[in-house]
């Protein structure tokens, strides 16, 4: 039986006041480009909008580990990216998984 492996996924609901959304969105697209080019375990970097109030987003990151996101969290470029748009954000909230993948499917296991 082949051993499972664990993805380590982090998802980030934001909402950002109406005056920031284009300053944010230009920062935010720059900050995925960035994590996916100078991350070498940033798997994956999504940036959905909702589609009837575009000032909810929703993230999906993907890293190899836990580790990998820890050290996402100390790079400059997003040190930078986190000091610039702080103020402009009405919420945020980050939540941690682990994605075990099986022989025969997928397990999700949520780590707040």
């Excluded at 284009?22 to 070498?40: V, Y």
């Excluded at 109030?53 to 969290?73: C, G, K, Q, V």
């Amino acid at each position: 039986m082949k051993e499972a492996s664990v993805i380590f996924i982090v998802t980030v609901r934001l909402e950002i006041y109406n005056q920031h959304l284009r300053a944010f969105m230009d920062a935010m697209k720059k900050q995925a480009r960035n994590s996916l080019e100078r991350e070498k375990d940033c798997r994956q970097f999504d940036i959905c909008v909702d589609p009837t109030d575009p000032r909810r987003m929703f993230l999906y990151e993907i890293y190899t580990d836990r580790a990998s996101f820890e050290a996402h969290l100390k790079t400059g470029h997003f040190l930078e990216f986190d000091r610039r748009v702080k103020d402009w954000l009405v919420s945020k909230k980050v939540e941690c998984w682990e994605r075990f993948e099986t022989e025969g499917g997928i397990a999700f296991k949520n780590r707040r």
